[in-house]
């Protein structure tokens, strides 16, 4: 079942469903997967460890879509472990984030603290902006945040140039 933590739809993974993709795995696990069979192309993404060996897997919007799937239906998720996955970043830094950083020496700092995987997702997002306001809003959010101001970016709430770590509840029943 599509269960719900903040704004984030995810599916659990038992302890014993992640030791069959990969046995052992500690961190973030990277995966492919489809909802009810779609996308055609399967959705890479890593699953989010809760510490006891079972995972989350957060469902992107645009796999929900495809799957036409909502919080709460009941789905099959098909998973596998993405062999072809390699850490850090896939998409450039672009130079007006990378100059800014260069200016700003405490977001540069907190910037280079960040887990591979959280530049990653930023560097991905900021590659899909596509008009110079949204770059510029969207660069002044990261710099206040990276800097050690208070706030949202990326869905996520941040305090002193990091994420605050809001834990996933897990929904049984």
Same mark, same amino acid.
């Given at each position: 079942?599509? $269960?719900?933590?903040?704004?984030? @739809?995810?599916?659990? +993974?038992?302890?014993?469903? !992640?030791?069959?993709? %990969? #046995? ?43 799957? *036409? /799937?909502?919080?709460?239906? *009941?789905?099959? +998720? *098909?998973? /596998? ?7 850090? @970043? +896939?998409?450039?830094?672009? =130079? ?16 280079? !603290? $960040? /887990?591979?995987?959280? #530049? %990653? ?5 900021? =590659?899909?902006? %596509? ?9 002044? %959010? &990261?710099?206040? +945040? $990276?800097?050690?101001? *208070?706030?949202?970016?990326? &869905? ?8 605050? #770590?809001?834990? =996933?509840?897990?929904? /049984?029943?």
């Amino acid at each position: 079942m599509v $269960l719900l933590v903040g704004i984030n @739809p995810y599916v659990p +993974v038992t302890a014993a469903q !992640a030791a069959k993709l %990969k #046995q052992h795995w500690r961190g973030p696990m990277p995966v492919r997967y489809r909802i009810d069979g779609r996308p055609r192309t399967p959705w890479r993404i890593n699953m989010m460890p809760y510490g006891d060996g079972s995972f989350c897997l957060y469902l992107h919007a645009a796999a929900r879509a495809a799957a *036409e /799937t909502q919080v709460g239906d *009941e789905i099959e +998720v *098909e998973l /596998t472990f993405d062999d072809a996955y390699h850490a850090g @970043p +896939v998409d450039p830094m672009p =130079a007006w984030f990378e100059d800014a950083l260069s200016l700003d020496r405490a977001a540069g700092e907190a910037w280079e !603290a $960040l /887990t591979p995987s959280l #530049q %990653k997702e930023i560097l991905r997002y900021f =590659a899909r902006l %596509k008009s110079p306001q949204a770059q510029e809003r969207n660069l002044h %959010k &990261a710099l206040h +945040v $990276l800097a050690g101001g *208070e706030g949202r970016f990326l &869905a996520r709430d941040w305090r002193a140039g990091r994420v605050v #770590q809001a834990r =996933a509840r897990r929904q /049984t029943g």
